[in-house]
């Protein structure tokens, strides 16, 4: 029933990890029953396939075990492999020459310390020994708690989880923690915000006394006061002595470090107004919450204040009556989650490596279809992994968004995002996706890969948004890293330039020489050199995500796997292009022109690196776009003018003399060959008519994943019915 309290409490642990045993029944019903009969019927077929299966989640699970070993060794790494006064930057100001241990001042004279005097009293003897240790013990204790983390919020997932799930969700939980911002920030500067989410989560899933677990979470907040929140989250479900007992702790924990640090207490409270006033700049973009963001879009003062209390105050509220919503449905993890990023929102000052509770959001499950299921979850790690700059294009009137991400990620769970209830028909069960098949090959002895299904139905699109903007940004970042050294570029420019001569195809110098003459034809050239490089791929894949989704998803493919491989010819064959050969006379006319006896070459070498020429994706995605149009256009006039784009760009990257002609070979060669593993992973374009069936009222159960939708005969040419 949709609002009722389980028997143990809101957040207690009835359905815990007892339910997991039986999970197959609890998640799929009737549809498990039936294959225990079936099973029943078979006998030693069926336990030969369940040993199949037991042994594949075994060995998954082993791997990911391994996974997140191999994350935690790198973190660790990452911090110790630095010497002793370059790790845990901010640690120093407790262990340094003049750090705070070694000081009579007050622990706030630096600036630089942003805890709460509660925190200071505690973390005095734990720095000490980080001191000690040279901040090892401190290191691999961070280390510990995150792994602490990981295990109870696996624990904390709600009861009625499939048998996979329960197995796999401690070492995916890890993983992600190691992967996250918050926990990289924590490792590297030597802070101390896993100790408050860490409080919270266990004395919300591990402990069952109402007092011992408002102590804990009392104590969380006398560490970071934005963990108060909890207090009427608690009180509000029903949990009205842990509630009384947080605020109760909070006050005590405040008034020992008050009797303790009296001077350091009134200047944290009081002059600092809660701590707002300490650390970085308050409108740096390390501040992720509102009055980070309004500072940083030019507001302050009184106006600021007014409006960060008001806005502050429509999240507590609307964002809380969410939380306790979702506690109530018998979703605590989420609900905690919520909580949290309310927290985030609200507070004076989130620094980056407090917000967890935006990764913990990633439980909350969207959309009633399979397709959309995953889109959520992408959004929360990649937000909470990569930096803004990397989600969004780099353009100014985006800008202000980029520098918000996790704060937008933090508001989005707590106010927007429509979860689903556990009352929710789709809630164990989605919408299954429609599949087909690809249509035999006439000359193939290989069968598709047996983990590429042909999908009927357009993909998420923010997911694919996501894909390619991330997959952009990774590429450019490769792109960039793979520079092999201007003398190693030059000697391959020399070496293509006489095969070319060898060839008689040395066209070059002669093409960029007539562009030069021709002041139209070199301002044609040039704008089409600069523009269509993007937009004509983008538009090309837009109009096949509306019309022609199974297409999209073919060509997109086959494009990825284009530019993937032309990544490793930047990285193994470094070129220099022929603007950038000393000697042989070539006029850059996009750029202008180029200091040769500088290595940098200007400040274009920071934006793009200047030898990945080998093989030409400007020509290649071109080619790309015309053999997309040859083959899909639906009408015969539209074919042709589609290899117009190929031959114009092959034109200009010459006449410019940002390419060799080879270039454009070596370009068509990976877009060839990422049409060809397209083909050989997924089977040809065209696809086999499915059957038409009619849409269940309710959810398929899991086992049936392959249904369809009729597909015309001979290909995907028009949309699916």
Not at 258 to 277: E, I, K, M, N, T
Not at 360 to 386: E, I, N
Request: net charge positive.
């Amino acid at each position: 029933m949709r609002g009722s309290v389980p028997k143990d409490g809101v957040f207690g642990r009835t359905e815990g990890r007892r339910g997991v045993v039986n999970a197959e029944h609890s998640v799929h019903g009737g549809a498990a029953a039936g294959a225990a009969a079936g099973a029943a019927g078979t006998g030693g077929a069926a336990g030969g396939a369940a040993g199949g299966t037991e042994n594949g989640l075994g060995t998954a699970r082993a791997v990911l075990w391994l996974l997140a070993a191999v994350l935690a060794v790198r973190q660790a790494a990452a911090v110790l492999r630095h010497p002793p006064g370059e790790r845990l930057t901010d640690l120093t100001e407790w262990i340094g020459d003049n750090g705070i241990l070694h000081g009579a001042g007050s622990l706030y004279d630096t600036g630089r310390f942003t805890g709460t005097p509660f925190a200071g009293v505690v973390l005095k003897p734990l720095a000490g020994s980080a001191e000690r240790s040279l901040g090892i013990v401190w290191t691999f204790g961070t280390l510990l708690l995150v792994v602490a983390l990981g295990l109870v919020v696996a624990r904390a997932l709600p009861g009625r989880v499939s048998r996979r799930t329960g197995l796999l969700a401690a070492p995916v939980a890890i993983s992600l923690l190691m992967l996250s911002l918050p926990v990289r920030n924590s490792f590297h500067l030597g802070q101390t915000s896993i100790i408050p989410v860490l409080l919270v989560l266990v004395g919300c899933f591990a402990v069952r006394d109402e007092r011992a677990r408002g102590v804990l979470i009392g104590i969380g907040a006398a560490l970071q006061p934005a963990v108060l929140l909890f207090a009427p989250l608690l009180w509000l479900t029903g949990r009205r002595k842990a509630a009384a007992t947080t605020a109760g702790t909070f006050a005590a924990c405040t008034a020992l470090a008050w009797a303790a640090l009296p001077g350091d207490s009134w200047a944290y409270w009081v002059h600092h107004v809660a701590g707002a006033g300490l650390g970085e700049r308050p409108d740096s973009l390390a501040n992720q919450s509102l009055h980070g963001a309004l500072l940083r879009m030019g507001l302050e003062g009184p106006l600021e204040i007014a409006l960060f209390v008001a806005l502050a105050a429509a999240v507590v509220v609307f964002g809380l009556r969410r939380a306790v919503r979702y506690a109530q449905d018998g979703q605590p993890l989420l609900a905690v989650a919520l909580t949290g990023c309310v927290a985030v929102a609200v507070s004076p000052t989130a620094w980056q490596h407090q917000l967890l509770w935006v990764l913990l959001a990633v439980v909350g499950r969207v959309g009633t279809r399979a397709r959309d299921r995953l889109a959520w979850p992408a959004v929360v790690v990649l937000v909470m992994t990569l930096p803004g700059r990397m989600l969004l294009p780099n353009m100014t009137w985006l800008a202000p968004l980029a520098e918000n991400v996790p704060l937008l990620a933090a508001l989005a769970a707590a106010c927007v995002v429509p979860f689903l209830p556990r009352t929710s028909p789709y809630f164990e069960t989605a919408v299954p996706t429609a599949y087909a098949e690809p249509a035999p090959a006439r000359r193939r002895r290989v069968p598709p890969a047996p983990f590429w299904r042909r999908l009927l139905s357009r993909p998420n699109l923010l997911l694919e948004l996501l894909v390619i903007r991330v997959g952009y940004s990774v590429y450019s970042h490769i792109r960039l890293a793979a520079t092999g050294g201007r003398a190693a570029a030059e000697e391959h420019g020399r070496q293509v330039h006489a095969v070319e001569r060898a060839l008689g195809i040395d066209i070059e110098h002669w093409a960029n020489q007539a562009v030069v003459k021709a002041q139209w034809a070199a301002d044609f050239f040039n704008f089409y050199y600069t523009s269509f490089h993007f937009i004509v791929p983008l538009t090309i894949l837009g109009v096949l995500y509306v019309r022609r989704p199974a297409d999209y998803r073919w060509a997109r493919a086959s494009l990825g796997f284009a530019t993937v491989l032309a990544l490793t010819g930047f990285w193994f064959y470094p070129l220099a292009p022929p603007r950038l050969m000393p000697g042989l006379g070539f006029i850059d006319t996009v750029h202008g022109p180029q200091d040769l006896a500088n290595p940098d070459y200007g400040a274009l070498t920071a934006l793009t690196n200047q030898y990945a020429a080998m093989p030409s994706l400007h020509f290649g995605w071109s080619l790309w776009c015309g053999v997309v149009v040859l083959v899909l256009a639906p009408k015969l006039w539209m074919k042709p003018l589609g290899l117009l784009h190929p031959l114009f760009t092959v034109c200009a990257i010459v006449a410019t003399a940002n390419h060799w002609v080879l270039d454009a070979v070596g370009g068509a060669a990976v877009v060839g060959a990422g049409f060809g593993l397209t083909y050989l992973l997924a089977g040809p374009r065209e696809l086999l008519p499915v059957a038409a069936q009619p849409a269940p009222p309710d959810p398929a159960p899991a086992g049936e994943r392959r249904s369809g939708t009729p597909v015309p005969a001979g290909g995907t040419g028009k949309r699916p019915v």
